[in-house]
T-cell receptor
Framework: DTAVSQTPKYLVTQMGNDKSIKCEQN?????MYWYKQDSKKFLKIMFS???????INETVPNRFSPKSPDKAHLNLHINSLELGDSAVYFC?????????????FGPGTRLLVL | AQSVTQLDSHVSVSEGTPVLLRCNYS??????LFWYVQHPNKGLQLLLK??????LVKGINGFEAEFKKSETSFHLTKPSAHMSDAAEYFC???????????FGKGTKLSVIP
C-alpha cells in the first residue's frame, strides 16, 4: 500500500492555465506539507497543514492555494501558471509537528509549464 | 535559525569501496537530523535520523551516520558501495517543529562498476 500518493505524476500545461495536484496519505498522520524542488534539486517547503489548519505558509505567490478537505488529503491548486512554476512538487506527511517527527514523502509531481 | 551545508555536490566511488557524504549543520536548538535519499525520478526516502539518543545512528541499506556536536557534523557513511546506492542524498536539520525542516543542497553519489 502506498503511504503518501500524489496525482498526477506528470503534468504538462500552458502558461496561464489553472491546475491542481492531489495528495493523499494513509498513515493516519496529522500534519501534511507541500514542497517545491527546483531544477537544481533544492527542496523548499511551501505549506504545512496540521489537522486541516494552515500552520506555515512560506513566501509563496498567492496563485498557489492549498486545500485540506480532511486530515488525509492536502491538495495544491495553482492559478495562472508561469514558466517559473516548472518544478517537482512533493507532498509529505508526519505524525506530529515535533522536531523529531519523520516526514514521509510522496513520489512527486513533475510540472512543466510551456 | 538553522542551516545545512553538504560539503560535496558530487561524490564518485567505485563499487565495493567506502562511501562518505559530508554534512555540517547549524541550529539554535538541539537539532534533529535526517538523511534522505532520492533515486532518479523518485520521491524521497528516509535513510536514518538522529534525535538526541545514540550519536551513532544506523539506517537502512547499511548506511550509518555519526552526530558530532563539537564538529557540528552529521556525516553519512557506508562500508561498501553498491551500484543501487547511486542517487541524490539530502542532509536535513529540523528546528523547533517538524515543519521547520531545512534541506541541504544535496550530494549526488555516483558508483562506478
Amino acid at each position: 500500500d502506498t503511504a503518501v500518493s500524489q496525482t498526477p505524476k506528470y503534468l504538462v500545461t500552458q502558461m496561464g492555465n489553472d491546475k491542481s495536484i492531489k495528495c493523499e496519505q494513509n498513515l493516519g498522520h496529522d500534519t501534511m506539507y507541500w514542497y517545491k524542488q527546483d531544477s537544481k534539486k533544492f527542496l523548499k517547503i511551501m505549506f504545512s497543514y496540521n489537522n486541516k489548519e494552515l500552520i506555515i505558509n512560506e513566501t509563496v505567490p498567492n496563485r498557489f492555494s492549498p486545500k485540506s478537505p480532511d486530515k488525509a488529503h492536502l491538495n495544491l491548486h495553482i492559478n495562472s501558471l508561469e514558466l517559473g512554476d516548472s518544478a517537482v512538487y512533493f507532498c509529505a506527511s508526519s505524525q506530529s509537528q515535533g522536531a523529531s517527527s519523520t516526514q514521509y514523502f510522496g513520489p512527486g509531481t513533475r510540472l512543466l509549464v510551456l | 535559525a538553522q542551516s545545512v551545508t553538504q560539503l560535496d555536490s558530487h561524490v564518485s566511488v567505485s563499487e565495493g569501496t567506502p562511501v562518505l557524504l559530508r554534512c555540517n549543520y547549524s541550529s539554535s536548538y538541539s537539532p534533529s537530523l535526517f538523511w534522505y535519499v532520492q533515486h532518479p525520478n523518485k520521491g524521497l526516502q528516509l535513510l536514518l535520523k538522529y534525535t538526541s539518543a545514540a550519536t551513532l545512528v544506523k539506517g537502512i541499506n547499511g548506511f550509518e551516520a555519526e552526530f558530532k556536536k563539537s564538529e557540528t557534523s552529521f556525516h553519512l557513511t557506508k562500508p561498501s558501495a553498491h551500484m543501487s546506492d547511486a542517487a541524490e542524498y539530502f542532509c536535513v536539520v529540523s528546528g523547533a517543529g517538524s515543519y521547520q525542516l531545512t534541506f541541504g543542497k544535496g550530494t549526488k553519489l555516483s558508483v562506478i562498476p
